[in-house]
C-alpha cells in the first residue's frame, strides 16, 4: 500500500524518534563501535564488524568479539594508544602478514575461516599503509558525477580483494549483490546522528543504499517501494528510491529504527504494521 509522502514522512519520524536510540543498538555489530573513539581504529572495526554481519545476531557479536580479542591478545604494549586503549590501526599497520595470517589460523566462523580473515586483514593493511586511513582510500575513489555510493564501493572492494582469498567478506557490487554489509558499513561512516557515529563528513548520506536484508525488504515491500522478489542490487536501489522520495538528502535516515522490528527482543514486525498503519 502506498502512502502520500507528507503522511508517510510524518510516520517515520514517529518511528524515529522513537527508537533511533543507543538503548535499542544491542543486539548489534554496531555497538563495537563505541569502543573506538579514534576514526581510523572505529572505521577498522566497522569494516570488519560489518563485514561478519551473517547469521544469528549472538553468533555475530560472538565472532566479531572474537577477532578483536585475537588481534588484541597478540600485540604488544607498542601497539596501544596514548589513553592506554588498544588500537585497531596500530595493529594492523604494524602485525607482518605473516603474523596475521598465524593469529587467526584456527578462526571459524559459519563460511568464513581463518585465510578468509586474514585476507581480508591484509587488504585493510595494504589499504591503510598506502593512504594513511580507510576513509582517504574511499574518498579518493569518489568522483562528483557519482549518483550512488556504488562506484566508490566496487572501487574500495576490489583493492580489499587484491590481497587473496577474502571468501564472502567482501561482496562485489558488480556482480548484482545488494551488498547489505557494505551497505550497513558505509551507514555507520558516513551518517551521523544518536545510532551511527560516523566520520567520514565527505560522503554525502544522499548517495548511500539502504543495508537490504530481510528485515528491510520486508518494510520495503509494505511500503511499496519494491514488488521485487529477489534481494538484490536492484531491489536494494528501488527501496532506497523510494526513501529518496521521503527524505532526498538522506534515505538511510531509517534504516536502523525500521529494521529493530523483528530483530530486537522487544519489538515485534507486527507492532511496526500497527504503528504506520499497514494491514498485514
Same mark, same amino acid.
Given at each position: 500500500?502506498?502512502?502520500?509522502?507528507?503522511?508517510?514522512? #510524518?510516520?517515520?519520524?514517529?518511528?524515529?524518534?522513537?527508537?533511533? %536510540?543507543?538503548?535499542?543498538?544491542?543486539?548489534?555489530?554496531?555497538?563495537?563501535?563505541?569502543?573506538?573513539?579514534?576514526?581510523?581504529?572505529?572505521?577498522?572495526?566497522?569494516?570488519?564488524?560489518?563485514?561478519?554481519?551473517?547469521?544469528?545476531?549472538? $553468533?555475530?557479536?560472538?565472532?566479531?568479539?572474537?577477532?578483536?580479542?585475537?588481534?588484541?591478545?597478540?600485540?604488544? %604494549?607498542?601497539?596501544?594508544?596514548?589513553?592506554?586503549?588498544?588500537?585497531?590501526?596500530?595493529?594492523?599497520?604494524?602485525?607482518?602478514?605473516?603474523?596475521?595470517?598465524?593469529?587467526?589460523?584456527?578462526?571459524?566462523?559459519?563460511?568464513?575461516?581463518?585465510?578468509?580473515?586474514?585476507?581480508?586483514?591484509? &587488504?585493510?593493511?595494504?589499504?591503510?599503509?598506502?593512504?594513511?586511513?580507510?576513509?582517504?582510500?574511499?574518498?579518493?575513489?569518489?568522483?562528483?558525477?557519482?549518483?550512488?555510493?556504488?562506484?566508490?564501493?566496487?572501487?574500495?572492494? %576490489?583493492?580489499?580483494?587484491?590481497?587473496?582469498?577474502?571468501?564472502?567478506?567482501?561482496?562485489?557490487?558488480?556482480?548484482?549483490?545488494?551488498? #547489505?554489509?557494505?551497505?550497513?558499513?558505509?551507514?555507520?561512516?558516513?551518517?551521523?546522528?544518536?545510532?551511527?557515529?560516523? &566520520?567520514?563528513? $565527505?560522503?554525502?548520506?544522499? =548517495?548511500?543504499?539502504?543495508?537490504?536484508?530481510?528485515?528491510?525488504?520486508?518494510? &520495503?515491500?509494505?511500503? &511499496?517501494?519494491?514488488?521485487?522478489? $529477489?534481494?538484490?542490487?536492484?531491489?536494494?536501489?528501488?527501496?532506497?528510491?523510494?526513501?529518496? $522520495?521521503?527524505?532526498?538528502?538522506?534515505?538511510?535516515?531509517?534504516?536502523?529504527?525500521?529494521?529493530?522490528?523483528? =530483530?530486537?527482543?522487544?519489538?515485534?514486525?507486527?507492532?511496526?504494521?500497527?504503528?504506520?498503519?499497514?494491514?498485514?
Amino acid at each position: 500500500m502506498n502512502y502520500e509522502k507528507d503522511q508517510l514522512k #510524518k510516520q517515520l519520524d514517529i518511528i524515529y524518534n522513537a527508537y533511533n %536510540k543507543k538503548e535499542y543498538i544491542h543486539p548489534d555489530p554496531l555497538e563495537f563501535l563505541d569502543n573506538y573513539p579514534d576514526l581510523k581504529d572505529r572505521e577498522i572495526a566497522a569494516l570488519i564488524a560489518s563485514s561478519l554481519a551473517y547469521g544469528r545476531v549472538d $553468533q555475530i557479536l560472538k565472532h566479531v568479539r572474537l577477532v578483536f580479542a585475537i588481534m588484541h591478545s597478540s600485540v604488544n %604494549k607498542d601497539f596501544f594508544c596514548q589513553s592506554n586503549k588498544f588500537s585497531l590501526h596500530s595493529y594492523i599497520v604494524e602485525t607482518s602478514e605473516a603474523d596475521i595470517v598465524k593469529n587467526f589460523k584456527r578462526f571459524k566462523y559459519r563460511f568464513t575461516n581463518g585465510e578468509h580473515i586474514a585476507s581480508f586483514l591484509v &587488504g585493510i593493511k595494504s589499504v591503510v599503509k598506502e593512504y594513511a586511513s580507510l576513509k582517504s582510500f574511499f574518498f579518493n575513489g569518489m568522483t562528483p558525477k557519482d549518483e550512488t555510493i556504488i562506484p566508490a564501493l566496487t572501487h574500495f572492494v %576490489k583493492r580489499i580483494k587484491e590481497s587473496g582469498n577474502c571468501g564472502n567478506l567482501a561482496p562485489d557490487p558488480e556482480k548484482g549483490s545488494a551488498c #547489505k554489509r557494505n551497505a550497513l558499513f558505509l551507514r555507520w561512516m558516513v551518517r551521523k546522528d544518536e545510532v551511527d557515529p560516523g &566520520g567520514w563528513d $565527505q560522503v554525502s548520506p544522499a =548517495i548511500l543504499i539502504v543495508p537490504l536484508d530481510t528485515h528491510m525488504h520486508h518494510v &520495503g515491500s509494505l511500503l &511499496g517501494f519494491t514488488k521485487r522478489k $529477489q534481494a538484490d542490487m536492484r531491489t536494494a536501489l528501488e527501496i532506497t528510491d523510494g526513501f529518496r $522520495q521521503i527524505s532526498p538528502d538522506d534515505p538511510v535516515k531509517y534504516d536502523f529504527c525500521l529494521t529493530r522490528f523483528g =530483530i530486537h527482543p522487544e519489538m515485534d514486525f507486527r507492532d511496526l504494521e500497527t504503528i504506520i498503519n499497514i494491514e498485514s
